[in-house]
């Protein structure tokens, strides 16, 4: 069994950082947006807790637009510490990685309108390289395949998450970032279907997301996932207003390093 690691997070909403429902997340209006935590505390001293720490490899995810100068406090805090996603572009990808972000974290630029955008995937490779690209595949279940969701997980693809998936997408990334979109964000328990696909056939370092809400779930992720598959944790953690004590799941991962 390899060696499971915690990866932390910090959510960016307006500036701000918060924890959000994302499938209530929209482009167009703000009523009906299901907010689960939000703080004045600044990214920065989130990014001075994981460095303290030693949780590289966590995700700073801007959610819309107005977060740029948040993320980079936070990058600033903790060089080479982060991957950061939410609007990545081939044109903007660079300022990320110069900002001091080890690894772009890739979504709506290649997987909308419900489908991938192959161009665009292989002009991201072209402007950052494979090595600092994550793809983020988020996903719903319908009868027991995993569908990849787009458009802020409102719109799914005829594409699923599957073997042969993972391994030509694999061909483009350093890693893979799998949000299962069905069960973000509630605390309901994590998806044990997928971490097992994961585990045996990502072909890349994967971070799994979704549900996540004790430290037995990260014991659940371990053994179903064979060792191979990470995980993060967002509102269920005390210090985004949650239950499950963020030092417990620090102690958790440095057990298994």
Known sequence: ????????????????????????LSDTKREGLVTNFATDLSPAHFAAIYKRDGLAGGHIIMLGPGNDDAAASA?????????VGGGITPQNARHYLDLGASHVIVTSCIFKDGRIYWQ???????????????????????DNVYYIATDRWQRLTSVTVSKDTLETLGAYCDEFLIHAAHVEGKRSGIDGGM????????PRPTTYAGGIRSVEDLDLVLSLGQGKVDATVGSALDIFGGSLKYEDVVAWHKNHQ
């Open 195 to 202: 971490v097992k696909m994961l585990g045996e056939f990502s």
């Open 75 to 83: 990058i600033a805090e903790f060089p080479q510490g982060f991957h």
């Open 120 to 142: 665009n995937l292989e002009s991201m490779v072209s402007a950052v390289g494979k090595e600092r690209l994550v793809l983020d595949l988020s996903c719903i279940r319908q």
């Open 1 to 24: 069994m390899g060696t499971m690691k915690f990866r932390p997070c910090i959510d960016l909403h307006e500036g701000k950082v918060k924890q959000i429902v994302g499938s209530t």
